[in-house]
């Protein structure tokens, strides 16, 4: 209390000013000085108590604020009385939990960015662990026909780490927010054919149905080169799980609420406890053979949900699993 500078100087014109009242009064009577004096000494006393019990607020304010900057676990909450004190107090309360919740997050933040460096680097070190041992293979001069698959299989697994940097590249940009996404009118029917562009060869050969109902005029508002890339997700995602000889079926919808997008498949679905962690990022599910690397959904989710819209996932009464696009209008 003393170390402040307007309080020392408090005191020093007190004191002075106590000194002439005192001796105005012993001037004017004994009587008058005693009171003076007396008055001056009460006065003092007040003041120094009642700034004193101001301090140590002030005091465990300021040690709580230096409990939050070096990470304790105790917050004080104080007592809820009325002042410009306790309203001070009150905010910096408020200001302490901010914090602590917002080093909470950066803490789940770095841990969760750690487990996903390290879960992208073994991702990306399975494929280029098989590329050199493809690589090996071909070096010990195989047949023609072996040397053709080696090459046609290691393309195969480059183009799955293109796709995998491409990706997590997107997600960056999302997670950094510089992407700006471009509102327009976009034809559903156009977007979904767009979108299914890039999988017409790998439906023939893999010998998947395809069903597409999306008729004529039916619109959305949005980003279409970015809506395509989420739908290229989803639609990837049917694929695998379709399997050979499979089918998928698109069916788009329009109603005075929304336009929807309906994408199902005919493989085995989703277990129930997966279903809340699909669009998870990273999450692989439960399958050991799973061939994804828990990206494309979080992306597609990113995606429509940035642009006002909503997917879900579920199984189909029927079989297989059912992902739900809905644009609001």
């Known amino acids: 209390m003393l170390r402040n500078r307007e309080f020392k100087h408090f005191i020093l014109w007190f004191v002075l000013l106590a000194?002439?009242?005192?001796?105005?009064?012993?001037?004017?009577?004994p009587a008058a000085g005693i009171l003076t004096v007396t008055a001056a000494a009460a006065c003092g006393a007040l003041f120094v108590l009642f700034t004193r019990a101001r301090y140590r607020s002030i005091a465990r304010i300021s040690s709580q604020i230096d409990l939050v900057l070096h990470n304790a676990d105790h917050l004080y909450i104080g007592e809820a009385d009325e002042g410009e004190l306790s309203i001070l107090h009150s905010e910096i309360t408020k200001m302490t939990l901010r914090i602590r919740e917002q080093n909470e997050?950066?803490?789940?933040?770095?841990?969760?960015?750690?487990?996903?460096?390290?879960?992208?680097?073994?991702?990306?070190?399975?494929?280029?662990?098989?590329?050199?041992?493809?690589?090996?293979?071909?070096a010990n001069n195989p047949s023609e026909e072996e040397r053709r698959a080696f090459i046609r299989e290691s393309e195969e697994l480059l183009l799955r780490m293109d796709w995998l940097i491409t990706s997590l590249l997107k997600l960056s940009r999302l997670d950094a927010g510089i992407v700006v996404f471009q509102s327009g009118e976009i034809a559903v029917d156009h977007l979904v054919r767009a979108a299914l562009r890039p999988f017409l060869i790998p439906l023939e050969l893999r010998n998947i149905a395809l069903k597409l109902d999306c008729p004529d005029g039916i619109v959305l508002q949005g980003d279409e080169a970015w809506l395509s890339e989420a739908i290229q997700n989803i639609l990837k995602n049917c694929l695998e799980s379709a399997g050979e000889h499979g089918r998928v079926e698109i069916r788009c919808t329009d109603n005075p609420l929304y336009t929807g997008i309906n994408i199902r498949d005919s493989g085995r679905g989703f277990d129930p406890e997966e279903i809340p962690h699909l669009f998870d990022r990273y999450y692989r599910g439960k399958n050991?053979?799973?061939?994804?690397?828990?990206?494309?959904?979080?992306?597609?989710?990113?995606?429509?949900?940035?642009?006002?819209?909503?997917?879900?996932?579920?199984?189909?009464?029927?079989?297989?699993?059912?992902?739900?696009?809905?644009?609001?209008?």
């Open 19 to 29: 000194a002439v009242t005192v001796i105005l009064g012993f001037t004017i009577s």
């Open 105 to 138: 997050a950066l803490k789940r933040d770095k841990e969760h960015l750690a487990d996903s460096l390290a879960d992208i680097a073994h991702q990306l070190r399975t494929p280029l662990t098989s590329v050199n041992l493809l690589l090996s293979l071909l």
């Open 288 to 329: 050991p053979a799973a061939a994804g690397y828990g990206i494309g959904l979080a992306l597609s989710r990113m995606i429509i949900t940035r642009q006002g819209g909503s997917i879900t996932a579920q199984n189909h009464p029927l079989g297989g699993a059912v992902f739900t696009l809905r644009f609001p209008k």
